[in-house]
């Protein structure tokens, strides 16, 4: 929003007449009440003769290839000047600008007497855009009859001692698109009085008695006041004065002629948009409602548009006359001719001018403002200010009494609020009675008592709840004089058990050359039907979201392998095949979650029973942490060729995630895709209670499912549910026997299809608790042990805690677990 610093004096100066500020105390002003400052820009400055001229006479010069004047222009002077000028945009007797000889205008241009054309011009007539006060070059400037006598100074005349303020006016305070409000934001930053110019007009007297022309608004346009008046007997040509000429122009509004700029001036003054027709060009009732199929219209910018449905307009008997809130249509404009002006003041849904502006490409300043909302409550106060002011101007007449048709709408809501929130909210002591008097600036009505019952003002749709109504105490108070304190961290346990697991998982899998990744939190599409699941398979339970980032994902998570695999196939593809990945995440489980609740209202705080059903409704989010292996586990070197991943390898990072748990995990051979059958590991876990758990699998992923992913073979892969393993802290450390270890080995030979995990399972149970650990080391197939056969080498570690072990002690609990585990799994001492 574009002003200049001399409009905004002048507003201030209404309620308090000494008031006076430089451009710098405005500018800081407007940064102390939250509006940011886009640019302040002192009209250029112009030095010497500049004067009010009369143009006297006009000589058309023919004899060129370009239409030529030379003029003969009064100047206050004993004798007119003679200027040669091409602009067509004046007559004889009209009011121009005339920069004599020694004038420098903006730029470093200085005008001289030269001869040109044949004629000796004594000066320039300028334009707007010479004189530096606006961009319309099409033509000099003309001032309204009767603004100055000959020979006044124009810098005086025109006020070119003055500055264009620009700021920056944020999409949730549309009522700032207008004078009234930056008024109202100015007077409090400097704490003085403000006159609202709605609340001081007194309604406008018709001039001539005449029958109110007849408007309607449909229901269904969703427009909710809609008024309309005649002024009669206007002089269409009539130029605006030149203050408002002025003033349109720093907005950035080029004057068109008197009843449009009025109009323009009103909606830049007030924030109502207005828009004038051709009364003679409206027939019958005028008409706010949605267009008919088929329906065309052609706008004020000379295209012709077909209509949509959705689209508002503005129509009479013969059909639309206008888009609403955007622009007017070509048929019904004022022209030169116009004799009879009805104007306009409505208000209209922003959502519904926000979405006919952009189906047809049309962007206006009155559009601007109705996407931002009107305020309702100065349509008529508005009609009546535009109306006197083209009467005025235009010499015309009010006929008749404004017409209205209007829906009703609810009001703003009352809101109660604490006095004390914003001095509680901001950390500082403000005085008693602050809170409501800030309020009170802002236009609020404000009820006192406990708590202070607040009922916002029209024009401000932003203030909906408690929030926004200490944002307004704090913002008025001053942002920058809240002190920036940091506040004091209150004691607590630290991280949570569950916490201090994943980050010591995340530590030990990087630890162990694992890379962290953040796989799509969305399955990729068929990824199930890939892996050949059963359609009865739980993970195929999936929960869409309404709003999918892509609409081939809209289905969030069961499992994080697929996000995994394809992590790999896109490091494979750019030639990184050894990987070692890991992640951390939530998964859904569909399926699992409760009954649906309806929308709650999101101005408030949900009640304890809403926000037990928001929770009731959701489904399983379980974390689980998902390990993939692909190339080398081990890399190749001067040392040898290295070493493939293999199942082991991810058995070994279940162990290293579960004894970082705190857990110790069983692997137990299993079958579940996409793992290969004969290469896949269920992970149990036993709690204190003995109960057994499956959390996860393990081993090498299926070759099928692999090809048809377009990976290479030979990957591996875990994943664990971590929610499903107990919480334990391995707290107290655990006691270092003083006494040393005898350490066996144990060579037993078992059936082929045996797992060497039941075999060490049942050495471990029948050593007892001499037995301190037991590990595999060597499996051995061949004709030493027999067909269907395999020697299996385990390292025994014995330790008591009280005394020194002997071999002899050692031995006989060695062959105690090679009997017992002879009796379990059929094994016998090779």
Request: aromatic letters at 4%; hydrophobic letters at 40%; proline letters at 8%.
């Amino acid at each position: 929003m574009r002003l200049p610093q001399s409009w905004l004096t002048e507003v201030l100066r209404a309620g308090t007449p000494e008031w006076t500020a430089s451009t710098a105390e405005i500018d800081a002003g407007f940064v102390r009440v939250g509006f940011e400052i886009e640019d302040v820009e002192p009209f250029p400055e112009t030095t010497g003769p500049l004067v009010i001229g009369r143009v006297d006479e006009i000589e058309e010069l023919t004899e060129f290839k370009k239409p030529i004047r030379f003029c003969r222009v009064a100047v206050g002077e004993d004798q007119p000047r003679g200027i040669v000028c091409g602009a067509r945009n004046f007559v004889e007797g009209d009011l121009v600008v005339v920069a004599l000889p020694g004038t420098v205008l903006p730029g470093d241009f200085e005008i001289a007497a030269r001869t040109t054309y044949g004629r000796t011009s004594d000066g320039m007539i300028c334009s707007v855009t010479e004189l530096g006060i606006g961009s319309d070059h099409s033509g000099i400037l003309v001032l309204a009859p009767g603004t100055a006598e000959p020979g006044a100074d124009a810098r005086d005349v025109l006020g070119l001692a003055d500055t264009a303020i620009e700021v920056n006016v944020t999409p949730d305070r549309g009522y700032a698109f207008s004078m009234r409000g930056l008024g109202r934001e100015l007077a409090s930053a400097f704490a003085v009085p403000f006159v609202d110019p709605v609340e001081e007009a007194e309604p406008l007297a018709a001039d001539v008695d005449g029958d109110p022309w007849p408007v309607a608004v449909d229901a269904d346009s969703d427009g909710t006041r809609y008024t309309a008046r005649v002024i009669g007997g206007v002089d269409a040509t009539a130029r605006s004065p030149w203050w408002m000429a002025k003033r349109l122009m720093v907005a950035g509004i080029r004057p068109i002629s008197a009843i449009v700029d009025v109009t323009n001036y009103v909606m830049i003054e007030l924030g109502q948009p207005l828009h004038a027709f051709d009364a003679a060009t409206v027939t019958g009732t005028v008409h706010v409602r949605e267009a008919r199929p088929g329906e065309t219209l052609e706008t004020l910018d000379g295209v012709v548009r077909t209509l949509d449905p959705q689209d508002v307009v503005i129509a009479d008997d013969s059909g639309p006359i206008a888009l609403a809130g955007v622009m007017g249509g070509a048929a019904t404009e004022v022209t030169d001719q116009t004799t009879e002006v009805l104007l306009e003041a409505a208000t209209f849904d922003p959502v519904r001018v926000f979405r006919t502006g952009k189906r047809h490409k049309l962007s206006s300043e009155a559009a601007k403002r109705f996407e931002r909302v009107v305020d309702p409550e100065i349509t008529a106060v508005a009609s009546d200010r535009a109306a006197a002011l083209i009467a005025q101007i235009t010499g015309g007449a009010v006929a008749g009494p404004l017409s209205e048709a209007r829906v009703a709408v609810p009001g703003p809501a009352t809101i109660e609020i604490d006095a004390g929130l914003p001095d509680a909210t901001a950390g500082v002591t403000y005085p008693a009675g602050t809170t409501a008097a800030r309020l009170r600036e802002v236009g609020a009505t404000v009820e006192d008592g406990t708590p202070l019952r607040v009922t916002p003002p029209s024009w401000r749709p932003d203030l909906r709840q408690r929030a926004d109504l200490v944002e307004e105490v704090l913002r008025l108070e001053g942002l920058e004089d809240i002190p920036a304190v940091v506040p004091r961290a209150p004691g607590g346990a630290g991280l949570t058990g569950v916490q201090r697991r994943r980050r010591a998982i995340g530590v030990t899998l990087a630890t162990d050359g694992y890379v962290e990744v953040l796989p799509y939190p969305f399955l990729p599409a068929g990824v199930f039907d890939v892996w050949g699941l059963p359609d009865d398979d739980p993970r195929r339970r999936t929960v869409s979201v309404v709003n999918p980032l892509e609409s081939d994902r809209p289905e969030l998570n069961t499992t994080l392998l697929p996000g995994l695999m394809e992590m790999a196939s896109r490091n494979i593809a750019r030639g990184r095949r050894d990987l070692a990945l890991y992640a951390i995440g939530q998964v859904v489980l569909g399926g699992t979650q409760g009954a649906a609740v309806e929308a709650i209202d999101v101005t408030r705080r949900p009640t304890p029973e809403e926000q037990s059903a928001l929770d009731a409704s959701l489904p399983d989010q379980p974390v689980h942490v998902g390990v993939l292996l692909s190339g080398l586990r081990e890399p190749a070197g001067p040392w040898g060729g290295g070493r493939a991943a293999d199942a082991v390898d991810a058995f070994e990072a279940a162990r290293q995630i579960g004894r970082t748990s705190g857990v110790e995990l069983e692997l137990v051979a299993d079958d579940r895709l996409p793992w290969h059958p004969g290469r896949c590991a269920r992970l149990v876990c036993t709690d204190d209670a003995g109960a057994e758990t499956v959390v996860g699998h393990a081993g090498e992923l299926h070759p099928a499912i692999l090809e048809r992913a377009g990976l290479p073979p030979r990957i591996c892969a875990v994943e664990i549910d971590l929610d499903a393993l107990p919480v334990r802290r391995n707290l107290p450390s655990p006691r270092v026997s003083p006494f040393p270890a005898v350490l066996q080995d144990v060579n037993v030979v078992v059936g082929a299809e045996v797992p060497a995990e039941d075999v060490r399972r049942a050495l471990e149970e029948g050593a007892g608790d001499l037995l301190e650990s037991i590990a595999l080391f060597d499996v051995f197939a061949g004709e030493q042990v027999g067909d269907g056969h395999k020697s299996l080498t385990f390292a025994l570690t014995f330790r008591a805690p009280d005394r020194t072990l002997t071999e002899e002690e050692a031995n006989a609990v060695k062959m105690t677990a090679v009997a017992h585990a002879g009796d379990v799994v059929g094994a016998r001492l090779r």
